[in-house]
């Protein structure tokens, strides 16, 4: 496994143990923490809309594989 990818996963690991303390504070603080859940919430759904769009694209596996810069 190549270092930037370790580092990736690292990376990740750490971006969801922060969102859960995040998400686990802002529970404690219930009346006050409500729209930041929310924003959370639709934040969280635009990135796996983003991420499953580049992942069913064809054109962009195109373009990544064959065009060079």
């Known amino acids: 496994m190549a270092l930037d990818q370790?580092?990736?996963i690292l990376v990740i690991i750490l971006a969801?143990?922060?969102l859960c303390?995040?998400?686990l504070?802002?529970?404690a603080a219930f009346p006050f923490?409500?729209?930041v859940l929310l924003i959370?919430?639709?934040a969280?759904?635009?990135l796996v809309g983003v991420v499953r769009d580049r992942l069913s694209?064809?054109?962009d596996d195109y373009y990544e594989r064959n065009i060079k810069e």
Do not use: D, N
């Open 6 to 8: 370790i580092a990736l």
């Open 16 to 18: 969801v143990a922060w």
């Open 21 to 23: 303390v995040v998400v």
């Open 25 to 27: 504070g802002l529970i």
């Open 33 to 35: 923490g409500i729209p």
């Open 40 to 42: 959370i919430a639709v």
């Open 44 to 46: 969280g759904y635009l």
């Open 57 to 59: 694209s064809k054109e």
